[in-house]
């Protein structure tokens, strides 16, 4: 529903995160869609990931992303944000652009890699806990 939406783009509110801050943390971003990726970055939330943010490379609602979160336009915008960030959660077609320092957990994406790397899409409804725990440990 579109109150269920909301309260997926507000999760950072809630958990008082700082939008404003350039300081970068072992809080990941995601690069995906708006609607998968926040309800996502909530769900790492709760589970103890620290406060995930969205970094989205599609034309989306504002009210869909939460403070923090950006629509990106360009790959070399994409890749500037990228530069400081520490863990980054992304179909594996977004790797050869993130830092080499950077810890990258893959996520591929049927509509992003397509068949590519369709084996290691995991099932985050009955396989959540698998996937987050590593975050989590971060």
């Not at 999760?11 to 939008?19: E, I, L, V, Y």
């Not at 403070?67 to 977004?94: F, H, M, N, R, W």
Request: hydrophobic share 40%.
């Amino acid at each position: 529903t579109k109150q269920d939406v909301r309260t997926c783009a507000k999760r950072q509110s809630a958990a008082g995160r700082n939008a404003a801050s350039s300081e970068p943390s072992l809080s990941p971003v995601l690069i995906g869609e708006s609607v998968y990726s926040t309800s996502l970055a909530l769900a790492l939330s709760l589970a103890g990931a620290g406060q995930p943010r969205v970094f989205c490379p599609l034309e989306t609602e504002a009210e869909l992303l939460g403070p923090g979160d950006l629509v990106v336009e360009s790959e070399a915008q994409l890749q500037k944000l990228l530069a400081t960030e520490k863990v980054i959660i992304a179909d594996p077609l977004y790797q050869p652009i993130c830092p080499a320092g950077a810890q990258f957990i893959r996520l591929p994406h049927e509509g992003f890699s397509g068949r590519l790397y369709r084996k290691e899409i995991p099932n985050l409804i009955t396989g959540f806990e698998k996937f987050a725990a590593p975050i989590v440990k971060l």
